[in-house]
């Protein structure tokens, strides 16, 4: 059975960049068809997909945070991780890991980390 | 951009009755993409319902999920007390690719 378990600073200053990885067990961050993604939950705004890395490497990232968003896989350590650019207090949310089977498990979201909760404040 | 409107906000209810949530896109979206997931207190979401209407395995039969084009509706029959819980619907296909409900939180009356 798959787990994902986020990590990463809780805190974070405005205009630095916030990074977390999620270590995946149960299985390969480079097998198929899995679809590695970041969702973030802001008090008040509900859940919001953020973006996934693909097995094969390739990303997909919502628009609204594409310039300021880099998402990648780490075969070696089976894990992926989030690098959001210039933060502000906007992006102080609870950040989930995630994983989607693609079209296979009908694009849903079938296993979650337990939420890493980051503050964007100086 | 499509957007998924739940409601109502806030449902009270009592353990043994009937919950009805809607879910309604602001355009028609593909039934075989609509998602229900519920949340606890301090919890990730747990995958529901998946495909409008196909229960997630270990999901108790009282869960139950319809709708097409634009309105979707999870029904929970006989309230047990642990189904109290905020539930979102999701998609899949229209931009940002992935969007949610702003939730539903299922309330003991």
Do not use: M
């Not at chain 1, 690098?83 to 890991?97: I, R």
């Not at chain 1, 995630?98 to 849903?108: E, H, I």
């Not at chain 2, 919950?19 to 919890?43: D, E, F, H, M, N």
């Not at chain 2, 997630?56 to 029904?75: I, Q």
């Amino acid at each position: 059975q798959v787990q994902l378990q986020g990590s990463g600073p809780g805190l974070v200053k405005p205009s630095q960049t916030l990074s977390l990885t999620c270590t995946v067990s149960g299985d390969p961050v480079n097998s198929g068809p899995n679809y590695w993604t970041w969702i973030r939950q802001h008090p008040a705004r509900g859940l919001e997909f953020i973006g996934y890395v693909y097995y094969l490497g390739t990303t997909y990232y919502n628009p609204s945070l594409e310039s300021r968003l880099s998402i990648s896989l780490d075969t070696s350590a089976n894990q992926f991780s989030l690098n959001l650019y210039s933060v502000t207090a906007a992006d102080t949310a609870v950040y989930y890991c995630a994983r989607s089977r693609g079209k296979s498990g009908a694009n849903t979201f079938d296993s979650w980390g337990q939420g890493t909760l980051v503050t964007v404040s100086s | 951009e499509l957007v998924l409107t739940q409601s109502p906000g806030t449902l009270s209810l009592s353990p043994g009755e009937r919950a009805t949530l809607s879910c309604r896109a602001s355009q028609a979206i593909s039934s075989s993409y609509v998602t229900w997931y519920q949340q606890k207190p301090g919890q990730a979401p747990r995958l529901l319902i998946y495909g409008t209407s196909t229960r997630a395995t270990g999901v108790p039969d009282r869960f139950s999920g319809s709708g097409s084009l634009t309105d979707f509706t999870l029904t929970i029959n006989r309230l047990e007390p642990e189904d109290f819980a905020v539930y979102f619907c999701q998609q899949y296909g229209s931009s940002p690719l992935y969007s949610f409900g702003q939730g539903t939180k299922l309330e003991i009356k």
